[in-house]
T-cell receptor
Framework: AQSVTQPDIHITVSEGASLELRCNYSYGATPYLFWYVQSPGQGLQLLLKYFSGDTLVQGIKGFEAEFKRSQSSFNLRKPSVHWSDAAEYFCAVGANGPGGYQKVTFGTGTKLQVIP | DAGVTQSPTHLIKTRGQQVTLRCSPKSGHDTVSWYQQALGQGPQFIFQYYEEEERQRGNFPDRFSGHQFPNYSSELNVNALLLGDSALYLC????????????FGEGSWLTVV
């Protein structure tokens, strides 16, 4: 069974500073990888996804993530954080479960605080 | 292009009651998954429906059941509500049952008192 670990529960960065959110996954084969963002009281918005190909993927709002198979990681980055980026970020891994049907497993999330 | 829509947005139920939540998938999508997100936690997979059948199920008791209709919309039913069922219930849709991006609705907030 697949699993996702987001080791940082809470991160605080200054506006304009760079950001890296960590994500490690466990799965026997190449997984599908996602990053979602959730503002308070809202649903999840897809930031970016990796299915195959180029290991550096670009997403919306200036975010990017890099898939590193050797480290089983899919870290999210942004070169300059804006106050509006304050939210909770979830890494997720999708894999084919029993019967071949896709199942997506989420990490516990990283809450991002942006200070002026 | 309408995204995933869920209803109701918020509801309060009493312990022991039953609740039905509804979801319309994004246009062009035929697969619906349901997730439970307790406060401060990540979404937990409940089950997935494709071709009107439950294809996969997470670690949830039989009190949680669902249905998918021919127009691909879906319902989540929870019987004999417990206080611990209080959570945000998220519906997600995708095209096909494997290897595609899932898109989420805004969720239904259920409070059990």
């Amino acid at each position: 069974a697949q699993s996702v670990t987001q080791p940082d529960i809470h991160i605080t960065v200054s506006e304009g500073a760079s950001l890296e959110l960590r994500c490690n996954y466990s799965y026997g084969a190449t997984p599908y990888l996602f990053w979602y963002v959730q503002s308070p009281g809202q649903g999840l918005q897809l930031l970016l996804k990796y299915f195959s190909g180029d290991t550096l993927v670009q997403g919306i709002k200036g975010f990017e993530a890099e898939f590193k198979r050797s480290q089983s990681s899919f870290n999210l980055r942004k070169p300059s954080v804006h106050w509006s980026d304050a939210a909770e970020y979830f890494c997720a891994v999708g894999a084919n479960g029993p019967g071949g049907y896709q199942k997506v497993t989420f990490g516990t999330g990283t809450k991002l605080q942006v200070i002026p | 292009d309408a995204g995933v829509t869920q209803s109701p947005t918020h509801l309060i139920k009493t312990r022991g009651q039953q609740v039905t939540l509804r979801c319309s998938p994004k246009s062009g999508h035929d697969t619906v998954s349901w997730y439970q997100q307790a406060l401060g936690q990540g979404p937990q997979f409940i089950f997935q429906y494709y071709e009107e059948e439950e294809r996969q199920r997470g670690n949830f008791p039989d009190r949680f059941s669902g249905h998918q209709f021919p127009n691909y919309s879906s319902e989540l039913n929870v019987n004999a509500l417990l206080l611990g069922d209080s959570a945000l219930y998220l519906c997600a849709s995708s095209f096909g049952d494997r290897g595609n991006t899932i898109y989420f609705g805004e969720g239904s907030w259920l409070t059990v008192v």
